[in-house]
């Protein structure tokens, strides 16, 4: 698959940029619907009739997240009952352009040592620096988006 264009990458990585500061206060130990709903004094009971549901179905989904069982649409809706939002995302742990580049090299450097074994095996061992020859693979890769 290939990469994203520059502009994109930068679009891309200006919005995970403004995530990523968020994922350290995400996880929640009692989960956000529970956290949300005591810092907004509502009661089971007040949720469960907002919600249309009984209270013990608002017990078990709020048991649910905790166990990471629910579901995301059962988050948006009780999210939407509760008039917040439900924010939900996947972020690199690392910029994406770093991420992508040390996967390019962790393949490339698997793929140079494979051929080097085969070279050494028929006798015509490489004598170029095994570490030039890694980032010049790892470059190749990355242009190709070839880095799983």
């Known amino acids: ?37 005591r810092a907004m004094c509502m009661t089971l009971g007040t949720l469960a009739g907002a919600a249309g549901l009984s209270q ?3 017990q078990q989904i709020e048991k649910r997240e ?8 059962t988050m948006r809706r009780i999210a939407a ?11 690199p742990k690392c910029e994406l ?3 992508l580049k040390e996967k390019a090299a962790i393949k490339a450097a698997r793929m140079v040592r494979e ?7 028929e006798d015509q061992k490489v004598s170029a620096d095994i ?3 890694i980032e010049r693979v790892a470059g190749d890769l990355l242009a190709k988006g070839d880095i799983w």
């Open 66 to 73: 905790t166990a990471g069982k629910v579901t995301l649409a």
């Open 131 to 133: 570490k030039d020859r």
């Open 1 to 37: 698959m290939k990469l994203p264009e520059k502009l994109a990458m930068k679009q891309i990585e200006r919005r995970l940029e403004n995530l990523r500061g968020f994922t350290k206060d995400a996880d929640i130990r009692t989960g956000w619907i529970v956290y949300m709903r």
């Open 81 to 91: 009952v509760m008039d917040c939002e439900f924010v939900y995302a996947i972020v």
């Open 115 to 121: 051929a080097d074994v085969h070279m050494t095996l």
């Open 56 to 58: 013990a179905t608002v």
């Open 97 to 99: 352009n770093d991420f």
